[in-house]
């Protein structure tokens, strides 16, 4: 969509005015008058005396629901101002904006970061704060909605009460596109009925090295595999056409492209390998990283896309020439609106402008004029918007961007049914968190466990068989729900409304079961051992292995958390080892985003071993499978290493030798 201010079939009723009001603001622009905050105040003849005219002939085009999408886009682009575009083009945090400030500056986006809710962190306490800032943008000239938008990457996570779904990489384990499809349509649903209407997600990331911190937001290190699971966008927002109905969002695929294919040591800061530098050929690079998004955008029609913070160097080109994804004009305008025909609009990732070189003007005007829409600015959009503007009246971006940028937000705007409903549409607001949805979430983790080894036939134990439970994250619904969970990093002791694993095998079992979590209780010589240990939560770089350290959570304590190493804690490996030598039989559950090295020595002594992934609410599901209500059906969505000096290790390598390949998964009868 390419509409220029002067486009005279967008004003079917009085075209020579439209004409005129788009001249106007040109002339304005040109003028130099127009600029930030103007937004609220008059500044072309729209707001003048002439506009009661124009009431009497009934509603502008842009509010008649009847006519097409691109009509009312031409028309209400036509009636905007330089300001009123740029603030469109702007996304602010919510805890950095107030509703007052989306009026003064006509912001088109609130966003809410990973943990930041609202101080009633109920599904009401998240309709009020949408409709709050809606207010704010009601009250602009215009009264273009604004558009809310979050993380739901695992359900809606941020949400107190929400059914929190596996992370990807489980659901990758299910290889079951249907039931990921009706997960996602889950999520959509609770989060539409408590104000958020856009979600940064699915992360279509294809996860090549198991040190990444992002791998459990990954389907799995298949671009195959990812593919199948873009079905996910269809579930944010239904066919094509639903995006309006109470139960759907707008998606967004992430992050375009290579995110998962980076290579380790080129990162900036602490990081190890997040955010680095995806070095490969171009045709390397089609088939791993923008594969998935094929999918997405031509059959799912996904409305916005969010680049990667990472930089790619095509192999060819000799390394030592990164170029930021943010900057990255040739795959933003060229591969995916060009060629992909993407017709939605590209958000920046968090202050991703920031990471290009060159001063602020630059970077602004860089991100723009490589195919960013709207700007991802949670602290500084004012200065953005400053920027911004100084840029297009000194000519260097044109206005044709501005307004391509602009019709292509208004358009998801319209299709979302903004305009018609720009209040939270409350009524499956009692759904959040329901049975109905936790059953979902169960089927989900029941379909992601991957068992990887079952010694004498130990699983499915006997449900009169005396237990002994162990393990760090037995009964820790934190550890087992992972990052973007409350917070952005997640936590221990982030308590959510669920069962633990622990909880689920309570209810299936009609045996005595003994709970140690150090393994510290004496084992019975007659009882099964299940012990189920992993990683503590993390999200992004703080999960690279030799990444920085965490510990800025009050549950923390102030201790912070251990540096990622794809290892067992000692506590866990001791945990294993004793029960392992002392209960009859022994069962390992490995809860963690990604594969964990098990030292052949430990893994001589496990009977059955699962790989559990990040569960989230319902540990019930893992209880399903453990006591054979529900077969293992998982199977692995990346290689299992036996060692982290393996990765990165992907099937189809050459010299593939994994403990585990991909793809691998035992069955139960
Ligand atoms: C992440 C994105 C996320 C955004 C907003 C960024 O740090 O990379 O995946 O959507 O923050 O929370
Ligand atoms: C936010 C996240 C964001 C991250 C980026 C955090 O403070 O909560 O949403 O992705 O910062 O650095």
């Not at 393996?646 to 390949?661: C, M, R």
Request: glycine share 10%; proline share 7%.
């Amino acid at each position: 969509m390419d509409a220029t201010p002067r486009s005279t079939d967008a004003a079917p009723r009085s075209p020579s005015r439209r004409a005129a009001l788009a001249l106007g603001a040109v002339t304005a622009l040109v003028a130099g008058t127009v600029g930030v905050g103007a937004a609220a105040a008059p500044a072309t003849p729209a707001s003048a005396p002439g506009h009661a005219a124009a009431k009497d002939r009934g509603k502008p085009a842009y509010l008649n629901p009847r006519l097409s999408t691109e009509k009312r886009v031409k028309d209400l682009l036509s009636r905007m101002t330089l300001a009123e575009k740029i603030g469109q083009m702007t996304q602010a945090e919510r805890a950095n904006a107030t509703p007052a400030d989306v009026t003064e500056l006509g912001l088109g986006s609130i966003l809410s970061g990973g943990g930041s809710v609202p101080a009633d962190n109920s599904p009401e306490g998240w309709a009020d704060m949408v409709d709050a800032f809606q207010d704010g943008a009601l009250a602009t000239r215009l009264k273009i909605p604004v558009l809310y938008g979050v993380d739901a990457v695992h359900g809606h996570g941020n949400l107190y009460g929400a059914t929190v779904f596996p992370h990807n990489i489980g659901l990758g384990a299910t290889r079951d596109p249907k039931l990921v499809e009706k997960a996602a349509h889950i999520t959509a649903e609770e989060t539409r009925a408590t104000g958020p209407q856009w979600n940064f997600a699915p992360c279509l990331c294809v996860a090549r090295d198991d040190r990444w911190g992002r791998t459990y937001e990954s389907f799995g290190e298949s671009p195959r595999l990812v593919s199948q699971m873009a079905v996910a966008v269809r579930g944010f927002q239904g066919r094509r056409g639903q995006l309006d109905n109470p139960d759907r969002v707008l998606a967004t695929p992430k992050h375009f492209a290579g995110d998962g294919l980076t290579t380790f040591g080129t990162a900036a800061g602490d990081y190890t390998i997040d955010q680095g530098i995806t070095i490969v050929s171009r045709q390397e690079f089609a088939r791993l990283a923008l594969a998935p998004y094929w999918p997405a955008i031509q059959r799912y029609g996904a409305g916005s896309v969010m680049p990667s913070f990472s930089s790619v160097d095509w192999t060819e080109d000799g390394v030592g020439n990164p170029l930021k994804m943010h900057a990255h004009s040739e795959l933003l305008t060229g591969v995916l609106k060009r060629r992909m025909g993407f017709d939605g609009f590209v958000i920046s990732d968090w202050e991703g402008i920031h990471q290009i070189p060159g001063d602020w003007n630059t970077q602004v005007r860089t991100a723009i004029n490589a195919g960013v829409d709207m700007a991802m600015e949670p602290a500084q959009f004012r200065q953005f918007i400053t920027a911004l503007t100084e840029e297009v009246e000194a000519g260097r971006v044109s206005m044709r961007r501005i307004d391509d940028a602009v019709s292509r937000i208004l358009a998801q705007k319209f299709e979302l049914g903004l305009f018609e409903k720009p209040y939270t549409d409350r009524r499956h607001l009692d759904e959040v968190g329901s049975r109905q949805h936790r059953k979902v979430a169960r089927e989900a983790v029941a379909k992601s466990q991957v068992l990887l080894k079952n010694r004498g036939r130990v699983l499915p134990l006997s449900k009169r068989a005396p237990l002994y439970v162990a393990g760090s994250n037995a009964d820790n619904i934190g550890n087992q729900a992972g990052g973007w969970t409350l917070t952005w990093q997640g936590g221990s002791t982030n308590v959510i409304p669920g069962t633990t694993i622990l909880e689920g095998i309570e209810d299936a079992t009609r045996g005595d079961v003994t709970v140690s979590e150090t393994a510290a209780e004496p084992v019975p010589s007659d009882a099964t051992g299940v012990v189920v240990v992993g990683e503590t939560p993390y999200a992004e770089g703080f999960g690279d292995v030799g990444g920085p350290q965490w510990a800025y959570d009050p549950g923390d304590n102030g201790v912070p958390r251990p540096v990622k190493d794809m290892k067992l804690s000692a506590a866990d490996q001791q945990a294993v080892d004793k029960v392992c030598t002392q209960a009859a039989e022994c069962v390992v559950i490995v809860v963690s985003g990604r594969p964990l090295e098990i030292p052949p020595a430990l893994l001589s002594k496990i009977d059955g071993l699962v790989a559990g992934w990040l569960p989230g609410s319902e540990g019930d599901g893992v209880a399903d499978v453990l006591f054979g209500k529900k077969r293992f059906t998982g199977r692995l969505p990346v290689t299992w290493p036996r060692s982290v000096d393996q990765e990165p290790i992907n099937v189809g390598d050459a010299d593939y030798d994994p403990l585990y390949p991909y793809g691998f998964g035992l069955r139960t009868r």
